[in-house]
């Protein structure tokens, strides 16, 4: 045997661990530069006007929703009803104004909830899933308008 090499093989070279960290630190400086560039372009401090439109309180109206009477699906012969008082918290009395011409689709919206609903779902929390879902529809139509909460004043399940 003989301890030449043979001419076909390259010779290992050294410096992979070089070329790792150089390729590390690389990958260090664009995460730092994505995350620099995310900065100032995605991270805006609040503008003087933003400033001061938030320094201003906001006021809100309450709006009476007359009480609406709907019968409920009771899956039986007898007929139960259920009879809701409720108010409206709106912001100012300008979008009071336009909330009030609203009302028919707010009624109407209570109308379809409650004759879907059956009696035992008015107990316990039923109460608090009805107004959430109310609330939510009540944004939903006067979309542009803020809305701030709904209260239920009397709800009377007969």
């Known amino acids: ?3 030449e090499t043979p ?3 390259t010779p290992v070279k050294k ?7 150089i390729l590390a630190v690389l990958a260090c400086l664009l995460l730092a530069g994505g995350g620099a560039f995310a900065w100032k372009h995605f991270h805006h401090a609040a503008t003087p006007a933003a400033k001061t439109a938030a320094a201003q309180p906001v006021k809100w109206t309450t709006i009476t929703i007359p009480t609406i009477l709907s019968n409920l699906d009771s899956g039986s012969d007898r007929t139960r009803y259920v009879r809701i008082g409720a108010r409206l918290e709106v912001e100012d009395g ?5 909330v009030a011409a609203l009302m028919p689709q707010i009624q109407d919206a209570f109308q379809t909830c409650l004759h879907g609903m059956q009696p035992s779902e008015l107990s316990g929390s039923g109460i ?3 107004r959430e879902t109310m609330l939510a529809q009540i944004i939903n139509i006067v979309a542009p308008l803020r809305v701030k909460d709904l209260f239920f004043v009397e709800v009377l399940v007969q």
């Open 128 to 130: 608090y899933r009805l």
């Open 94 to 98: 300008k979008n009071a104004e336009n």
């Open 15 to 21: 410096g992979g661990k070089r070329k790792i960290i």
């Open 1 to 3: 045997m003989t301890t």
């Open 7 to 9: 001419e076909n093989e």
